[in-house]
């Protein structure tokens, strides 16, 4: 099976007083992966479009999708780097309306010793905008995303 590799930029705000990523700020870096992979870019935008970004995710759309649930495994604090970091992304399942995006965080691409930083998954639901209920996701989005599922993301630091 296939990953998607995002490179996502570090800003000077990301970081807290102890010189690292802090917490909450990942999960603005997991969002801006996901919205890079999987929505659909506007018309005429300049926006590098994945195979997997066929969610149409513009004011006015049919569905949108919202967070069900997100898990987040530290490994290593991330430093400050200009460079991108590097965003693995795959879908570890397709459910009727949910589907879970699973990440590996590494240092950026060229740095030696690659590292890993974070393991983390989110489920994400399909939302029906105009009732507010769960939307059964369509064979086109499941064939579009079907090249990138594999086996869920392994937590190692559960008890």
Known sequence: MARLNLAIPLRWSDFDAYAH?????????????????????????DAVSA??????SRPGGEF????ARQEIE?????????APIDIEMWIGKIGGASLEICYEIYSPVGVSPRTLFTRAATTLVMVKVETGSPQRISDELREAWA???????KFTKRG
Request: aromatic residues 10%; glycine residues 2%; proline residues 8%.
């Open 64 to 67: 949108i999708t919202v967070i």
């Open 21 to 45: 990523v802090n917490n909450a700020e990942m999960l603005r870096l997991l969002e801006e992966a996901r919205i890079q992979a999987f929505w659909r870019p506007d018309a005429g935008s």
């Open 74 to 82: 530290y490994l290593a604090s991330i430093p400050y780097m200009r």
């Open 51 to 56: 195979a997997t970004a066929v969610i149409d």
């Open 147 to 153: 090249p990138y599922v594999e086996e869920p993301v």
